[in-house]
């Protein structure tokens, strides 16, 4: 997808990936309650999910195009933000919040690995070729022995062709398991979601994987 695709999205607020609520798969499963280590969240957008992981004592290095998202993340949090230039990133920091303004796909520009990350609707937003790239840049951001916390979707792909994008578990172990071990940690389908009660899909489920890397 084009930066302006996104750019247009918050512009119009078209964010209905934008969740209220922390994700359950992050509340039920995410065990490595290591207060001080460090998580990344690409393409972050401005999820309340990176509050709940800062409260349990994690920094959080979030990556996101839209300063439009990083704006509203810190306002309606009531967080005060200040900002810097770091690397091609603008930074926008709140205590040990920090959100990089512009492309995730320039993070190796920081010279940073991370030992965690949380990845909810950032590969599913994502077309086929890019995902690849993505998997390759996980692999170089996630130390060895690393976590990543991943959440997709999945439906019937021929019934959507827009973001999020449907992708299933055997894309997910094909892009991922040359460098990760990839666990199912669950499924839940969403038989409220809007789409399908309309019956423009015929399900929608969220699905969590552990991803480790490997050493
Ligand atoms: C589907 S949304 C998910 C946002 C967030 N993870 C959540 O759970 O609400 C994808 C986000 O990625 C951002 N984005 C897309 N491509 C990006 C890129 N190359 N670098 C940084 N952010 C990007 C978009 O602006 C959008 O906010």
Wanted: aromatic content about 12%; hydrophobic content about 35%.
């Amino acid at each position: 997808m084009e930066a302006e695709f996104w750019h247009q999205r918050w512009k119009e607020n078209r964010i209905g990936f934008h969740q209220a609520d922390f994700n359950r798969w992050l509340q039920d499963v995410w065990l490595a309650r290591k207060g001080e280590e460090p998580v990344l969240v690409p393409l972050c957008g401005k999820s309340g999910d990176m509050l709940w992981l800062n409260r349990q004592g994690h920094p959080i290095d979030g990556f996101e195009l839209s300063e439009l998202a990083i704006g509203q993340f810190f306002s309606e949090n009531d967080l005060t933000e200040t900002v810097t230039e770091v690397g091609p990133y603008r930074c926008h920091r709140h205590g040990t919040l920090s959100l990089y303004q512009g492309d995730f796909f320039a993070a190796p520009a920081l010279g940073r690995r991370y030992r965690l990350a949380y990845d909810r609707a950032a590969l599913i937003a994502l077309p086929t070729p890019m995902r690849r790239q993505y998997a390759e840049l996980m692999s170089c951001l996630i130390e060895p022995n690393g976590q990543v916390l991943l959440v997709t979707l999945e439906y019937q792909p021929e019934q959507q062709k827009q973001p999020p994008f449907s992708v299933g578990e055997m894309e997910v172990r094909t892009l991922f398991e040359r460098d990760f071990g990839v666990e199912v940690l669950g499924r839940s389908a969403e038989l409220d979601h809007p789409r399908v009660q309309s019956g423009q899909l015929s399900y929608f489920d969220e699905v969590a994987y552990r991803l480790t890397r490997r050493a």
